[in-house]
């Protein structure tokens, strides 16, 4: 996706689905872009720990729940949606996120689409989880000079692994492929506005995959991510 039509389409979540951020909380979706500018040489006969610019950037899709509770996520596929309530005995809606495909018939779309209410769904293709997994927890803290960290295991007989293919003899199992990904949020927010940080917050990207090549492969760059939605659950 470009950055132009990246933005445009923050800009008309913001406007679909306006926050109203509480104080000293990150709770909500979470998406933005990794702008990937950075790559070990692992032909280099000096170092293949240090990373060096890349000709061409590549971009890649990123999504992030923070729960109520403070715990992170990061997510493959999300669909916005809604579901009926009652509050003071006046009939509501009420926003949610799914993870769970198998529990869409269970709530209600947010924009027409020829003449039905559908969801909005988001997702990436930068990564994949293991079968029947929707989401992968981060450690560490989400905000303004915090980090989060997590890692991802592809199995050899995992239906996207790189290394397989389904109708090739030669490729009927793949390699096992492990993912290292760290967040590490800058301290210093680039914004005028205080308020800002409760919406946008930037920070810088990196990764160690093992599997792929016989020396780890690293690459890092900057990212921004947008909060789209306050809802502090996933599936409820």
């Known amino acids: 996706m470009s950055k132009h039509l990246f933005y445009l389409m923050i800009s008309l979540l ?31 006969t000096t170092s293949t720990e240090v990373l060096q610019p890349v000709k061409h950037v590549f971009d890649m899709t990123v999504l992030l ?8 996520s990061l997510l493959k596929e999300v669909t916005m949606m809604q579901k009926s309530i009652q509050q003071d005995g006046e009939d509501m809606v009420q926003r949610v996120l799914i993870t769970d495909d198998s529990l869409l018939p269970e709530y209600n ?49 995992h239906p996207t692994n790189p290394f397989k293919h389904l109708y090739h003899p030669d490729h009927q199992q793949g390699r096992k492929i492990t993912r290292q990904i760290h967040f590490s949020f800058d301290s210093n927010q680039d914004n ?8 946008s917050l930037i920070g810088v990207y990196s990764e160690s995959i093992s599997g792929l090549h016989k020396i780890p492969l ?19």
């Open 192 to 199: 005028s506005n205080p308020d800002d940080a409760k919406f």
């Open 14 to 44: 913001t406007i679909t689905f306006p926050l109203m951020a509480s104080a000293e909380t990150y709770q909500g979706l979470w998406i933005g872009q990794v702008e990937l500018n950075k790559v070990n040489d692992t032909t280099s």
């Open 109 to 157: 779309g947010i924009i027409r689409r020829d003449g039905k209410l559908v969801g909005i769904r988001l997702g990436s293709l930068a990564y994949d989880f293991p079968i029947d997994q929707t989401q992968v927890s981060l450690s560490g803290a989400f905000g303004a000079g915090n980090s989060l960290e997590t890692t991802i295991v592809m199995d050899e007989d």
């Open 218 to 236: 690293k690459i890092s760059g900057p990212f921004k991510i947008h909060r789209i939605s306050e809802v502090g659950k996933l599936n409820e």
């Open 65 to 72: 729940h923070v729960h109520e509770n403070g715990a992170v």
